[in-house]
């Protein structure tokens, strides 16, 4: 079955980091380029950032540009979120989402979700 | 960037009901549309890609259309498992925007 689990979520202080990890399963998840999308409560969908299967691309948002960086390891076939410096409007469900098979289509499989809290 | 608007923003409506939903991108993006159904506490589900492509399992009461800058969801007989949020998402270039969302509600 093709799976996604995200892990690593939490309640952090503001100012606080965290790294969130996303396991991939069922696929040749190497061959897949993968992102982070988010959901502030009772919010709509933030796309949050993009990583290429060999890791030569990556994008952000601007909102978290400069305090996020995503990673692979394809050997583990894990993604990851490393998120610093954190604030109070980064509180979102986090959702690791595969890239269509046909590049740039829709991000086709979607995980549960990890909550992140960032309150004092 | 890119800017995505959906109309309506809510939508009440009936069972058997037929159901169009809009998203427009402040620029052309070819066909490079997603739509995505969400249902309360869980993740998004993909619909349609490439503005017209029905993915994969999805019933085929449900179509896209559109190029460019309008692009339009069809539910051509709502159902009861159709009430939710629809999202659409545009894939032409980076950041990968999101549009607000058209929530559909029973009537």
């Known amino acids: 079955e093709v799976q996604l689990v995200e892990s690593g979520g939490g309640l952090v202080k503001p100012g606080g980091s965290l790294r969130l990890s996303c396991a991939a399963s069922?696929?040749?998840?190497?061959?897949?380029?993968m992102n982070w999308v988010r959901q502030a409560p009772g919010k709509g969908l933030e796309w949050v950032s993009s990583?290429?299967?060999?890791?030569?691309?990556?994008y952000y948002a601007d909102s978290v540009k400069g305090r996020f960086t995503i990673s692979r390891d394809n050997a583990k076939n894990s993604l990851y979120l490393q998120m610093n410096s954190l604030r109070a409007e980064d509180t979102a469900v986090y959702y690791c989402?595969?890239?269509?098979?046909?590049?740039?289509?829709?991000?086709?499989?979607w995980g549960q979700g990890t909550m992140v809290t960032v309150s004092s | 960037d890119i800017q995505l608007t959906q109309s309506p923003s809510f939508l009440s409506a009936s069972v058997g009901d037929r159901v169009t939903i809009t998203c427009r991108a402040s620029q052309g993006i070819s066909s490079y549309l997603a739509w995505y159904q969400q249902k309360p506490g869980k993740a998004p589900k993909l619909l349609i890609y490439?503005?017209?492509t029905l993915q994969s399992g999805v019933p085929s009461r449900f179509s896209g259309s559109g190029s460019g800058t309008e692009f339009t969801l069809t539910i051509s007989s709502l159902q009861p498992e159709d009430f939710a949020t629809y999202y659409c998402?545009?894939?032409?270039?980076?950041?990968?925007?999101f549009g607000p969302g058209t929530k559909v509600d029973i009537k």
């Open positions: 490439a503005a017209s």
């Open positions: 069922g696929f040749t998840f190497s061959s897949y380029s």
């Open positions: 998402q545009q894939l032409n270039s980076y950041p990968r925007a």
């Open positions: 989402a595969r890239d269509h098979p046909y590049a740039d289509r829709a991000f086709d499989i």
């Open positions: 990583i290429s299967s060999s890791s030569s691309y990556i």
